[in-house]
């Protein structure tokens, strides 16, 4: 028996929830167009076999579920309803890749192979088979009357279509239980990336959003046997649970590839502007600015500036002062300053007195070429200390004072320097 107030209230408040089966096609076509590159180059390799099927045959249910796409698939074939056994074994071949891609994902390439290799095929076969029984069904069911929206609640009594939509929801809802164990199994690992570990969360979600529209499907089928009208599950609630568990799924496949591509990008560009002090501070010396590409990668980019800045070090090394940068060291020190970062703070003050050199001319050359390794080694720390001023100045003006006296720091040793004695002649001001 139908309750009219029941089916009418909730249906018309859940049609605002309704999701258009275009936004996950959309989502999924983003996240194959993301692997797409990948599964060209490296096909041989069953994950992402796994990952590219998956994405297919996910944007394949969106495309062919429409309603839109649904009556053309009927109107074009002229088979009444034949779109439903077709979609149905979409869904069943979606749900199998969701089970492949878990096993390939977590077994890993070489772990466990046999048994990776043993449980695709079984996974393969049972599926297979369930595709084969969807269209022995429907060609046993009498379905006449086309149904776009509301075919799975109209033939629910109907034999052998009734056998039919128990079966696609049956292994449905036994793959997501499945998949969504694993991972919530796997989730809990320890050692796992982080952003493999977000995708997930994003995929966990995804199946237990599934799940939903298993449960929507099952519950207005089952009203449908018992006389009631729950439609409204099946035409507003399912549908949307279906559009956002995919969303949900694609989102969880594209986090782990574009973060960690995105973090590495970031690092590298990180790098890069790391280094402008410096690389700005030697404009003077080379006279122009750093090679500049716009369409050159961020790790070409860094590998320029790195070279433009060794090259302007190299240039400049006539006029390096290791008398001054032994003293800028130690006075660091007496500043607070931890070592390597006394050091660091002692080649910028170095560096610093080196390009007034050069910029007064060939007067300020020192006669000796002092050891250049320290700073072609570690222009981060360098170009970081260039970013502190006020204790670079500190430094410069410690420095500047003659020593009165031997104190502690003149018998330290300066990272790759020879150990200095009292009494000895290495590094005195003569």
Known sequence: MTHPQLASGPAEFFTGLYISFWLPGLVLGTALAIKLPSLVKLWRDPLLRAVGGLLLLACAVFVFAAPSTIAWTNRVTGVPNIAAPWVYSLITALSASWLLLVIHWRNGRTERQAQTRRATRWVVSVYAAVVVALWVLFALADVPVEQIEDLDTYYATTPFMREEILLYL????????????????????????????WGLRFLSVGYVTNLLFSAAKFTAITARWTGHDLNWLNTNIAPSAACIGATMVA????????????????????????????????????????????????????????????????QLSRHLDEDLRRRSYDS?????????????????????????????????????????????????????????????????????????APSAHDYSVFPGDTPRTPGSTAGRQG
């Open 170 to 197: 049956i292994v449905h809802t036994v793959a997501c239980l499945i998949t969504a164990r694993l991972i919530w199994t796997w989730i809990r690992t320890d050692g796992l990336d982080g952003w493999l570990r």
């Open 251 to 314: 989102v969880g496949i594209i986090v782990p590839h574009a973060g960690q591509y995105l973090q590495e990008r970031w690092l590298v560009n990180r790098r890069r502007r790391s280094l402008a002090p410096l690389a700005r501070l030697l404009r003077s010396v080379t006279g122009r600015r750093e090679p500049l590409a716009l369409r050159a990668t961020p790790e070409i980019r860094l590998i320029r500036r790195e070279t433009y800045i060794r090259d302007a070090l190299l």
């Open 332 to 404: 660091a020190l007496a500043l607070g300053a931890e070592p390597d970062r006394a050091q660091a703070l002692a080649a910028a003050v170095t560096i610093l007195d080196a390009v007034e050199a050069e910029r007064r001319g060939p007067e300020g050359d020192r006669t000796t070429a002092p050891d250049t390794a320290y700073l072609l080694q570690e222009i981060y720390a360098v170009s970081e200390a260039l970013r502190a001023p006020d204790e670079i100045t500190a430094v410069r003006a410690r420095a500047a004072v003659p020593a009165q």
